[in-house]
């Protein structure tokens, strides 16, 4: 079993504007310590939790239009200054951390939109690289990454994702035959339905799953902690404050979530895998005409 703390932080849109850089690192520290006092092991931010940069900052010409966004202007010093002050408090404290950032490629190269995962040692372990881009995020701000991420914690295997790659099923459906036990799903977007979405991947591949999204998004659809089969454990309050949602996951805590993964799980797994097919009737004529009752 390990304690799971999702976070609702506030979420700056600017990359250089270096006040709001540092307040986001301020406050993501801030619920690292309430999140370890709590008992957690594991702490989930949401999609640029240090920045996410808003296309119309970024990338918006003055008569609205769009262009390739200036990524010089981009306070980089400040941006890795914060990620590593992150990590530094991770060990400090024993508590995993994942959190979102961007991730400078070399020029010309655009960024990657990434999530940052640091061990309770304090050291980044590992890097998601948002793999399905918009549009607008495709043509103008970052570049795709390639590979989907697998790591372990206290036996725990967890995988991960980022806003619209919800949108995507095959994704969460590789996760499944990468057997994860839970992904975490980090988002900035304000968005009810994709909140639903994400329950239906803990209804469908019967993983726990904790999904982040920012402070200012925490009305419509607050962060929170989904069980196999689909049921919110915990979430954040319904408004704007920073938060934390904090839940058990890795056993079945009670009946429904015992049947998800003791049961639906396997069953699904095995069902997908040719159970029926010694139990079609294919020479039968009453199965293979389709037009008489």
């Given at each position: 079993?390990?304690?799971?703390?999702?976070?609702?932080?506030?979420?700056?849109?600017?990359?250089?504007?270096?006040?709001?850089?540092?307040?986001?690192?301020?406050?993501?520290?801030?619920?690292?310590?309430?999140?370890?006092?709590?008992?957690?092991?594991?702490?989930?931010?949401?999609?640029?939790?240090?920045?996410?940069p808003?296309?119309?900052?970024?990338?918006?010409?003055?008569?609205?239009?769009?262009?390739?966004?200036?990524?010089?202007?981009?306070?980089?010093?400040?941006?890795?200054?914060?990620?590593?002050?992150?990590?530094?408090?991770?060990?400090?404290?024993?508590?995993?951390?994942?959190?979102?950032?961007?991730?400078?490629?070399?020029a010309?190269?655009?960024?990657?939109?990434?999530?940052?995962?640091?061990?309770?040692?304090?050291?980044?372990?590992?890097?998601?690289?948002?793999r399905?881009?918009?549009?607008?995020?495709?043509?103008?701000?970052?570049?795709?990454?390639?590979?989907?991420?697998t790591?372990?914690?206290?036996?725990?295997?967890?995988?991960?994702?980022?806003?619209?790659?919800?949108?995507?099923?095959?994704?969460?459906?590789?996760?499944?035959?990468?057997?994860?036990?839970?992904?975490?799903?980090?988002?900035?977007?304000?968005?009810?339905?994709?909140?639903?979405?994400?329950?239906?991947?803990?209804?469908?591949?019967?993983?726990?799953?904790?999904?982040?999204?920012?402070?200012?998004?925490?009305?419509?659809?607050?962060?929170?902690?989904?069980?196999?089969?689909?049921?919110?454990?915990?979430?954040?309050?319904?408004?704007?404050?920073?938060?934390?949602?904090?839940?058990?996951?890795?056993?079945?805590?009670s009946?429904?979530?015992d049947?998800?993964?003791?049961?639906?799980?396997?069953?699904?797994?095995?069902a997908?895998?040719?159970?029926?097919?010694?139990?079609?009737?294919?020479?039968?004529?009453?199965?293979?005409?389709?037009?008489?009752?």
């Open positions: 079993m390990l304690r799971l703390a999702v976070a609702q932080s506030t979420v700056p849109e600017d990359p250089a504007d270096v006040d709001q850089l540092r307040a986001a690192g301020r406050e993501i520290r801030a619920l690292m310590r309430e999140a370890a006092a709590a008992g957690a092991r594991l702490v989930q931010f949401p999609e640029g939790a240090i920045v996410y808003g296309k119309h900052v970024v990338a918006q010409r003055p008569d609205g239009s769009m262009r390739p966004a200036d990524w010089s202007r981009a306070e980089w010093g400040v941006l890795r200054e914060e990620a590593v002050v992150v990590a530094a408090l991770a060990g400090e404290l024993g508590l995993w951390t994942v959190f979102g950032s961007l991730h400078p490629l070399t010309p190269n655009r960024p990657h939109n990434s999530l940052y995962v640091v061990s309770d040692q304090g050291r980044l372990v590992a890097r998601y690289d948002k399905m881009l918009s549009n607008t995020e495709l043509s103008y701000l970052y570049t795709p990454g390639t590979d989907p991420l790591f372990d914690v206290d036996g725990i295997r967890f995988g991960a994702a980022l806003c619209i790659e919800a949108n995507f099923p095959a994704l969460f459906a590789e996760y499944e035959r990468l057997d994860v036990d839970c992904v975490l799903l980090s988002v900035m977007v304000d968005d009810a339905a994709r909140a639903g979405v994400a329950q239906a991947y803990g209804t469908l591949y019967n993983y726990w799953l904790g999904y982040a999204v920012p402070a200012q998004y925490g009305a419509t659809a607050p962060s929170g902690i989904i069980a196999p089969g689909g049921r919110w454990l915990a979430r954040c309050p319904g408004d704007d404050r920073p938060a934390l949602a904090i839940a058990d996951i890795g056993e079945a805590t009946p429904d979530i049947v998800a993964v003791r049961l639906a799980r396997p069953w699904r797994r095995l997908s895998a040719g159970l029926y097919d010694g139990h079609t009737a294919p020479c039968d004529p009453r199965s293979r005409t389709r037009t008489a009752f």
